[in-house]
């Protein structure tokens, strides 16, 4: 009896079970399926409009004069004038002179040397004349020919006696000469170490004096920019025209801005092999000339420091997007037609602080996402807002997903 009700029993659970189930599903309440509801998130775009785009190269260089150069006297002696313009800053013009040496010994030395000059010619003409006579007398056998090789001798030593004498005299020409020491340009004066009486001797250095024709600034580039730059590069044998791109200089003088214009002359010969750098020299002409487009702006004073605009070349169809739309691999999002997110390559020319230059890869009126998604995926779908205008509605295949999740809003429609 209790194995019949061992068997029984769990035969009778599996029953009410079995029921169970039976009666709960048949009072089960019908569960209506709907899709899944669209999330598309609000991302901020840009409109794409080519333009044409001029590359700028920004540098920095300190303004150094074309020319500079040392005033060494040629000649020894005390001092007897100096110019008043000889002084720290003083402005000069070519041939003006600057220092005077004492003269006297000068002249003196002059007049021997033409003293000598004169017996040296007295005794050429001399020695010429007894040549020619013994010359005559050994043709007529009068005269021995060792009396007219001396003589012929005589007239060789007369006459190289006589260059000597007129070499000696051009030299004390000179000398005479260099006792005034002259301008060799018109310049400017940075140094001056001498005064009246002092005894100056040849060889030594009196002042520093530079050109104020032209100033120069050097300025470095990174090798990276040259493509967009048009520089005067020049090969072996080529002269060099002096024509390259225009800058303009900007400095911060005696609390104003001010800004001149000049141009790129030339490139300097070397790559520097830690920086990577290539410097270039800019050219402002007549830095201290007060012309009528200068108005109350300072010279441009050799030492300035100075911040420079290269322009460089022009490309047209360029697009200027914010820094923040650009990815990894140089790529974009891009918002196609049906509102859903597309990768896109582009071409980089050139990336800025804030902005980058694309050079080919989008296409005008097509808009860029510049949201800063931190997780997106290729046909994501999206809602676009531009500047300051409110969420576009969904259109194309988002569209009709949000008619299928909102019956409302496909009855508006």
Same mark, same amino acid.
């Given at each position: ?45 840009? #409109?794409? $409009? ?6 700028? +190269? !920004? /540098?920095?260089? =300190?303004?150094?004069? @074309?020319? &500079? ?101 051009? #030299?004390? $020409? ?6 005034? +020491? !002259? /301008?060799?340009? =018109?310049?400017?004066? @940075?140094? &001056? ?122 490309? &047209? ?97």
């Amino acid at each position: 009896m209790n194995r019949r009700i061992k068997i029984l029993i769990p035969l009778v659970i599996l029953a009410f079970g079995v029921a169970g189930a039976v009666v709960i599903r048949l009072i089960r309440p019908e569960i209506e399926s709907a899709p899944p509801e669209v999330f598309a998130p609000h991302v901020r775009v840009t #409109r794409v $409009e080519p333009q044409n785009f001029e590359f700028v +190269i !920004r /540098a920095h260089g =300190t303004v150094t004069p @074309r020319t &500079e150069s040392t005033v060494v006297p040629q000649v020894s002696g005390p001092v007897v004038w100096v110019s008043p313009i000889f002084a720290s800053g003083g402005f000069f013009e070519e041939n003006e002179p600057l220092v005077r040496i004492e003269r006297a010994d000068y002249e003196a030395a002059l007049e021997s040397a033409r003293a000598v000059i004169a017996r040296s010619e007295s005794e050429y003409e001399r020695a010429l004349k007894d040549a020619k006579r013994q010359k005559r007398l050994a043709n007529q056998s009068v005269a021995s020919a060792s009396r007219h090789d001396e003589a012929v001798n005589a007239e060789r030593i007369a006459k190289a006696t006589l260059r000597e004498a007129k070499a000696m005299r051009g #030299r004390a $020409e000179r000398d005479l000469d260099r006792t005034e +020491i !002259r /301008a060799p340009y =018109t310049g400017r004066v @940075r140094e &001056e170490n001498v005064d009246v009486g002092q005894f100056v001797t040849r060889g030594t250095a009196i002042g520093k004096i530079y050109a104020v024709d032209f100033a120069e600034v050097r300025l470095p580039i990174p090798d990276s920019e040259l493509s967009f730059v048009d520089l005067p590069m020049l090969y072996r044998g080529e002269a060099d025209d002096g024509v390259g791109p225009e800058v303009e200089l900007r400095a911060r003088f005696a609390g104003r801005d001010h800004s001149w214009s000049g141009r790129i002359v030339r490139t300097e010969g070397e790559i520097d092999a830690r920086s990577r750098m290539v410097n270039v020299v800019a050219r402002v002409e007549d830095p201290y000339g007060h012309g009528p487009d200068a108005g109350e702006r300072p010279p441009l004073a050799v030492g300035l420091f100075v911040e420079a605009e290269i322009r460089g070349r022009s490309i &047209e169809g360029a697009v200027i997007l914010p820094r923040s739309v650009l990815r990894t691999g140089d790529r974009v999002l891009v918002v196609d037609g049906n509102g859903r997110v597309e990768f896109r390559g582009v071409e980089v020319l050139r990336s800025e602080r804030d902005s980058v230059v694309i050079g080919s890869g989008l296409e005008a009126g097509e808009e860029v996402i510049v949201s800063p998604l931190t997780t997106v995926v290729e046909g994501m779908a999206v809602r676009t807002v531009r500047d300051e205008e409110e969420p576009n509605e969904p259109h194309g295949a988002l569209a009709e997903d949000a008619e299928r999740t909102d019956p409302v809003a496909a009855a508006a429609r």
